[in-house]
């Protein structure tokens, strides 16, 4: 089936921090889509002169964006987002490990999957890689609730073997046949990729980061995901757990973990080597500023990663994050650079590519993230409700630009009126 979609559209194909004029703009844009491909990308004028009888679908009045792409997100704290005020050891403890040891229970799971998924599509956001759950079966739930929304998700389970709760911890031997038998069931399946994910390290021995290095050398290709360098009290625990660790990164690059597919969230508190071989490698750092903010875990230092060339995009960090919406992760992490010594003014053209281009990157998955011919349609439409002040906005914006730092500024999900994934509508405003 052919649709020709008429919108004003942006994107940004190439990266604002290393391309000047990065961000495109169509005002009345054209995107012919092909069985969730897109297939031609221009004015619409000239898109329809070449397709007279292809259907058209009329977005005029808001903007139209690739889908979302949030690079850390935490599938069991849907229902705890709002711990305010507590450091991440205690809000850990008290608010997201309670509600995690409720994931053993698959129902339970299954419930808080539907939540979780409706809330990451209905903030704009399709391609997520998901901080899974400690318990298979609840792994499970998700890929299934997540192949029926239509989500591309990228998750795997969560393993730890200390200093959490007794019901979350698992063993190294289990972690690994547990692992194992969610990649042959998920690992590529539909719109599915598996990421061996250990909590971070100061939940995981070095026998557990050695399954997980022995997942990653049996299955090329699956992603590998963690928390790195957040909080300074975290960072001395882990040197202490690790004593003939370099650094933090060491406690992963030992075990074999880093590499082009590995996204490590945070690094709000990293060494120059640390950054060095992150760059070598070529992985990626999750930037999570609302998190960041709401545990008082300190400035991301954005300059010190671009310089040393590291691969940088964005995750909402759902609970420890304060909601799904990248909009807003645009946002905090705009006012965070702005109030830092140093920090990296950040454009709209910055604001989009961490939502979109970089999470793709970071990924490795060059078939979203832009509307490039031969690229998926994901898509986000944004179209406030008349008489709202982003509406007013939107009706006076002097560019197609002008109306996307609005859109940072103060769009939230009731903004989101609909999400395309390959093609497939997968929310719609009520
Ligand atoms: O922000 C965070 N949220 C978590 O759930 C977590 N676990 C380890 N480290 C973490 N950081
Ligand atoms: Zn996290």
Redesign the pocket.
């Known amino acids: 089936m052919t649709t020709l979609y008429r919108a004003t559209f942006l994107h940004t194909p190439e990266n604002p921090f290393t391309h000047a004029d990065a961000l495109r703009a169509e005002s009345d844009g054209g995107l012919l889509v092909e069985g969730g491909v897109i297939r031609a990308r221009g004015a619409f004028a000239d898109l329809r002169a070449a397709h007279p009888d292809a259907p058209v679908t009329d977005l005029r009045g808001g903007l139209l964006l690739p889908g979302l792409i949030d690079t850390h997100v935490?599938l069991p704290?849907v229902r705890v987002i709002g711990g305010l005020g507590l450091p991440?050891l205690d809000?850990?403890d008290q608010c997201?490990l309670p509600e995690e040891a409720r994931m053993a229970d698959v129902a339970y799971a299954r419930d808080v999957a539907r939540d979780f998924t409706r809330g990451l599509v209905g903030a704009g956001t399709t391609t997520a890689l998901v901080?899974g759950s400690h318990f298979a079966g609840a792994v499970d739930a998700f890929f299934e609730e997540a192949a029926q929304t239509g989500l591309r998700a990228v998750a795997g389970l969560v393993v730890s073997d200390r200093l959490l709760r007794d019901e979350l911890h698992t063993t190294p031997e289990r972690s690994y046949a547990e692992g194992k038998a969610l990649i042959e069931r998920w690992h590529g399946v539909g719109r599915t990729l598996y990421a061996v994910t250990p909590?971070?390290s100061?939940?995981a021995s070095e026998g557990i980061l050695d399954a997980c290095a022995a997942l990653m050398r049996e299955h090329p290709g699956v992603r590998f995901t963690s928390?790195i360098n957040?909080?300074t009290r975290?960072i001395e625990v882990v040197q202490g757990l690790f004593p003939g660790a370099r650094d933090y990164l060491d406690t992963y690059e030992r075990a074999g973990l880093i590499g082009r597919h590995s996204v490590l969230?945070?690094n709000v508190h990293p060494s120059d080597r640390e950054l060095g071989v992150m760059a070598a490698a070529h992985c990626t750092a999750a930037h999570?500023p609302c998190?960041n903010s709401a545990?008082g875990?300190g400035f991301f230092p954005l300059r010190r990663h671009l310089d040393a060339g590291v691969h940088v995009a964005l995750g909402s960090?759902v609970?420890?994050?304060t909601g799904f919406s990248l909009l807003k992760e645009g946002l905090q992490a705009h006012f965070m650079q702005n109030l830092m010594p140093g920090g990296v003014p950040l454009s709209p053209a910055h604001l989009l590519y961490l939502a979109t281009k970089a999470g793709a990157d970071a990924l490795d998955l060059p078939g979203v993230g832009a509307f490039e011919p031969g690229q998926q349609f994901d898509a986000v439409h944004l179209a406030p409700a008349p008489g709202t002040p982003l509406d007013a906005v939107f009706r006076h914006a002097a560019s197609p630009e002008r109306a996307l730092a609005a859109a940072f500024a103060t769009g939230t999900p009731g903004d989101v009126a609909q999400v395309w994934i390959g093609g497939d509508v997968a929310h719609t405003r009520a």
Do not use: K, M, P, V
């Open positions: 935490h704290q991440l809000w850990l997201a901080f909590r971070f100061l939940s928390h957040e909080n975290e969230a945070h999570c998190s545990l875990s960090d609970g420890g994050g």
